[in-house]
């Protein structure tokens, strides 16, 4: 059956990605189709109930500061909001909410049903349906469902998290899953290898979810979240220059707190002495797991000499009594995840609810895409969010909101909106994507900036806002609103606590902020130096065999992402750089 509506942009999933880039091509006029397998799961927090953090609070402030929905749907549905290492520098100064899980997803669910240009279906995708252009490319033209609904789209955008070929693991016990519960994608993951596209094979994991009931709370240390409460979206702050901002519900209930306990000796020889009962260690989970989320087997044999790890113990909502064990992921078997946490304080009699679990999927690594996400070698066909072999949903959206917007564009024949990593930890979450090498699932970390000075959380709106109205996401009104923030900034007009802030940091820091400014414009110069895509790496002459076929395979544009390649040295760049001057020379290319 073929479906008579046709569609600009296709979107397969509706996880923090998909519903990022759904958003962004619908409300930039592009009739949008965003398609999920169950859409009673829409926006699901699969894993920790939480948003933000070192890092990650940068990329939803920035995903807001692009017209994205991410920092405007956990602010609408947080139950305890705090913010960390503040007694640090502010360039690593990070708000983290702990998110009702339901709430979020109705609140989602609710928006993506009221969008305009947005059509909210259910259907499995086993197929991107494609063309052969005049160059014999494969051009996308549409999907097919396992219903053999044919729906017809000019772009495709795949965020399909963890679900291509999807396997969960509790000790020796292995399902076909993408989450525990629903059916993998199989058919779309041999489809995009018959197109083309490599693949590769991931690993992550969750914990188990306990029953509050069974919780000893007093032999445990309490984490309230702060009394003065700060937003992720500037919307709220904005409503003080004339913003039409409506009141925010959650800040009249009261937080709810998280607690501390810790794993100990009897906890870590139950695990060493259950290795065996574990697939990670048993050798049946092959894919590669993410290095800075490791599960608590992996801690414990990694780090022998610790004798105890964190275990926070976090709501999941306001109306559930599953509590959420961060710092607990794991693969162990049921009975061995049981009397792990019951030797710990606090948890002597607890009853598990769900047994946490490892997940094995398949994903397109990231080299075979360009900056704006879109795929090198098949027009129209986009991939964002795990699937490119990232983890935590701050870093799906903010490459939702790319692939988005991107997608929209390409449609209406305008150039493409590319990040730079000199101004958004968008654009270095993009950029180490297709110029490193993923062999784990990649995690966004304050150090992974070399500029994180000047790409604080709290300034994401100055960097960014411009762009977002650039783009037709951000609106008239707000974007006004903005501009006089600025202006008061740039004036010294200390309107509000978030003006005074950007001062006072402007003037602590100015000495930092002017060197990292000076090392910004190096960097541009960099990235102006354009590689012709004529060029054969192959047949350079001074540049070393790995360093060649590093530069073939990953194919940088310019001079600045071919320096950050691992394997290519300053000697290879400098020699590249003769290359390209006697390339010019002969005519064959303009190089400024």
């Known amino acids: 059956m073929k479906y008579p509506k046709k569609y600009d942009v296709i979107v397969i999933g509706a996880g923090h990605a998909g519903i990022e880039a759904a958003l962004a091509s619908a409300r930039l006029g592009c009739q949008t189709l965003l398609l999920t397998m169950n859409v009673d799961t829409v926006a699901f927090m699969s894993c920790n109930p939480a948003m933000g953090g070192p890092a990650k609070s940068q990329l939803i402030r920035e995903v807001d500061a692009l017209g994205g929905q991410i920092s405007i749907a956990t602010d609408l549905t947080f139950l305890q909001m705090k913010m960390l290492n503040t007694n640090k520098g502010p360039a690593v100064w990070a708000l983290r909410a702990q998110s009702d899980r339901k709430q979020y997803h109705r609140e989602m669910k609710k928006l993506l049903e009221e969008q305009e240009n947005l059509d909210l279906k259910q259907g499995l995708v086993e197929e991107v349906l494609t063309t052969k252009t005049r160059t014999n490319k494969s051009e996308v033209i549409g999907v097919k469902t396992k219903l053999d609904i044919i729906y017809e789209g000019k772009t495709v955008v795949v965020t399909t998290g963890t679900f291509l070929k999807g396997v969960i693991h509790t000790g020796m016990v292995h399902m076909e899953s993408g989450r525990a519960g629903e059916f993998p994608a199989n058919g779309l993951s041999d489809n995009l290898t018959a197109l083309g596209l490599r693949l590769g094979r991931l690993k992550t994991g969750t914990p188990a979810r306990i029953n509050k009931r069974s919780i000893d709370f007093s032999k445990m240390t309490i984490q309230p979240g702060d009394e003065d409460i700060k937003l992720f979206s500037f919307i709220w702050e904005y409503k003080q220059y004339g913003l039409d901002t409506p009141e925010n519900p959650q800040l009249k209930l009261p937080q709810v707190p998280c607690y501390l306990t810790r794993t100990n000796k009897e906890t870590h020889k139950i695990i060493m002495d259950n290795l065996d009962r574990s697939p990670l260690f048993a050798g049946k989970i092959q894919g590669i797991g993410p290095r800075y989320c490791p599960s608590i087997e992996d801690k414990v044999v990694r780090f022998p000499e610790k004798t105890s790890q964190q275990c926070f113990i976090e709501p999941t909502g306001r109306d559930t009594l599953e509590m959420y064990a961060q710092g607990m992921n794991t693969s162990l078997p049921a009975d061995v995840q049981l009397a792990m946490f019951q030797s710990m304080a606090g948890l002597e009699n607890v009853e598990i609810i769900r047994p946490g679990y490892a997940v094995e999927y398949d994903h397109v690594p990231s080299s075979q895409l360009n900056h704006t996400l879109e795929t090198k070698d098949i027009p129209g066909l986009f991939c964002a969010g795990q699937i490119n072999g990232t983890s935590g949903y701050e870093e799906a959206a903010a490459q939702g909101i790319v692939a988005g917007i991107n997608a929209a564009l390409k449609i209406k024949g305008k150039e493409p909106m590319t990040f730079g990593r000199d101004a958004s930890y968008i654009g270095t979450l993009v950029d180490d994507l297709i110029t490193k090498d993923i062999a784990e699932p990649y995690r966004m970390l304050t150090s992974r900036s070399e500029y994180r000075l000047l790409l604080r959380q709290d300034n994401a709106d100055l960097r960014l806002t411009e762009k977002g109205y650039q783009a037709g996401l951000i609106s008239e009104k707000r974007f006004k609103c903005f501009k006089r923030k600025k202006s008061a900034i740039e004036k010294g007009e200390r309107l509000s606590p978030e003006i005074s802030e950007q001062i006072d ?88």
């Not at 600045?560 to 001057?581: C, K, M, N, T, W």
Request: charged fraction near 30%; proline fraction near 3%.
């Open 505 to 592: 940091i402007s003037l602590k820091y100015k000495g930092y902020i002017q060197r990292q400014l000076k090392q910004v414009e190096k960097f541009k110069n960099l990235e102006t130096k354009r590689i012709p895509e004529s060029l054969s790496f192959m047949e350079l002459h001074g540049v070393s065999k790995e360093a060649r076929f590093k530069l073939d395979k990953l194919k940088p544009v310019s001079i600045g992402q071919a320096s950050r390649i691992a394997g290519v040295s300053p000697a290879d760049i400098a020699a590249l750089l003769i290359s390209l001057e006697a390339y010019r020379r002969q005519g064959r290319a303009v190089i400024k």
